[in-house]
């Protein structure tokens, strides 16, 4: 009796094996032997991977994406500001010292500022990398204080005040770095116009109609260096071959780089602008205990 059971569940298996996948013969294995724990362990699958599910939801909807955003554009900018603007500034103390004002003492206090904006670059790249990750974390706070993902809300005086100056702070940054892309572009400004000298000596050099000695670009017109440096102004050939020189082509490039690394930091700081101001507002409005009759 007993090798006859064994068989007939052995033609089972079989049976069962043969007519589907592996995982369903699995399956239909499980219940036919075991129809007591199959419903259970179907039951307490679906509520492990509901769970699952609606952790990950929940958990996707308390990300700050507009913080995000802001945030990587914000590290990207001031990398590009700070990076480039610090070699760019070095040529260009180079190509004013072998081109345009051999005397060191007629570039001396031009160099002290050029060194003091590049110890400026590091302050502000260390600023912004702390300020950033800041802001990160207080977006992370304020969403999830307003969507009431961990219970019902919940906030105090000290958080509102902290989200405000936030507040304030990003506005004030906001505004300054609107300066810092302005300052920004004028070397773009002064390179370019050099370089525009160069292409128009190129061609009326081609033309033959005017002989490019008569065309210079004078540097003290922009108030970077003093009146009586020496020799102060490149004319024909000798502009043609600053404008042809490696570190005149780099610091050119480079300084378009950092102003529009400028200007991503401009747009991120705008980005933060929206999200705290909104997120404070929500704050401050659902902090009242008659939000709910307003409307």
């Given at each position: 009796m007993k090798f006859e059971n064994i068989s007939s569940i052995g033609e089972r298996c079989y049976q069962v094996l043969l007519g589907v996948s592996s995982v369903k013969g699995t399956a239909l294995l499980w219940s036919e032997f075991f129809p007591f724990l199959s419903s259970s362990h179907s039951k307490k699958l679906k509520r492990n991977s509901a769970g699952c599910f609606e952790c990950c939801i929940k958990c996707l909807g308390g990300v700050p994406y507009a913080s995000l955003v802001a945030t990587i554009l914000c590290f990207s900018g001031v990398a590009l500001f700070c990076g480039c603007g610090h070699v760019a500034l070095t040529g260009t103390v180079s190509i004013?010292?072998?081109?345009?004002?051999?005397t060191a003492s007629d570039h001396a206090l031009l160099?002290?500022?050029i060194q003091l904006m590049q110890y400026v670059i590091y302050g502000?790249?260390?600023?912004?990398f702390l300020y950033g990750i800041i802001l990160l974390a207080e977006g992370f706070y304020t969403t999830s204080a307003v969507k009431e993902l961990h219970g019902e809300f919940k906030t105090t005086a000290c958080g509102r005040c902290i989200s405000g100056m936030f507040v304030?702070?990003?506005?004030?940054?906001?505004?300054?770095?609107?300066?810092?892309?302005?300052?920004?572009?004028?070397?773009?400004?002064?390179?370019?116009?050099?370089?525009?000298?160069?292409?128009?000596i190129k061609s009326f050099q081609t033309n033959m109609t005017v002989p490019g000695d008569q065309i210079c670009v004078d540097i003290r017109q922009y108030g970077i260096?003093?009146?009586?440096?020496?020799?102060g102004k490149a004319c024909g050939p000798i502009l043609e071959n600053i404008c042809n020189t490696n570190e005149f082509y780099m610091s050119y490039h480079l300084f378009i780089v950092a102003c529009a690394?400028?200007?991503?930091?401009?747009?991120?700081l705008?980005?933060?602008?929206?999200a705290t101001t909104y997120n404070y507002a929500v704050l401050k409005f659902k902090s009242r205990e008659d939000c709910c009759t307003k409307f």
């Open positions: 004013l010292e072998q081109h345009f004002s051999t160099s002290e500022v502000i790249a260390s600023f912004f304030f702070l990003t506005y004030v940054l906001g505004v300054a770095w609107l300066g810092v892309f302005g300052f920004s572009a004028v070397p773009v400004f002064m390179f370019y116009n050099i370089w525009s000298t160069c292409e128009v260096i003093p009146w009586n440096a020496v020799p690394g400028a200007g991503a930091t401009v747009i991120a705008l980005i933060y602008m929206m």
